[in-house]
């Protein structure tokens, strides 16, 4: 009963920026974290950012410092702004919402960085 919608996915350079959207709708009531995993050929599926319903944010060891998660609470949209994009940022990127014991994902956004 939750609709998670991703976009902003694409094809840049490395170096460059993209910043994925994740639009939630349904039944939601209060989540208690948001946030993207991805998934790249050859990996093990991988928890990129979160941010929980207090707004403490944690990432991943190897995006620290180039991604920043944030939400909009009142339009239910979380944001993964992709900064110093690198080729082995290559992946798909789902987003996630976690309310109680249930746990969401959006259909996935191809991210591709050309070397």
Avoid: H
């Avoid at 239910?76 to 702004?81: F, P």
């Amino acid at each position: 009963q939750v609709q998670l919608v991703e976009s902003g996915g694409g094809l840049v350079q490395a170096g460059g920026s993209l910043r994925l959207s994740c639009g939630a709708s349904g039944s939601i009531f209060r989540y208690n974290a948001m946030g993207w995993y991805r998934q790249a050929p050859g990996k093990q599926r991988e928890l990129v950012a979160r941010i929980n319903s207090g707004g403490s944010t944690a990432y991943a060891d190897s995006v620290k410092g180039r991604f920043t998660i944030s939400r909009e609470n009142a339009r239910n949209t979380v944001y993964l702004q992709m900064n110093s994009l690198k080729p082995e940022d290559t992946a798909v990127y789902y987003c996630y919402l976690n309310q109680m014991e249930r746990l969401d994902w959006g259909q996935g956004t191809q991210v591709t960085v050309s070397s």
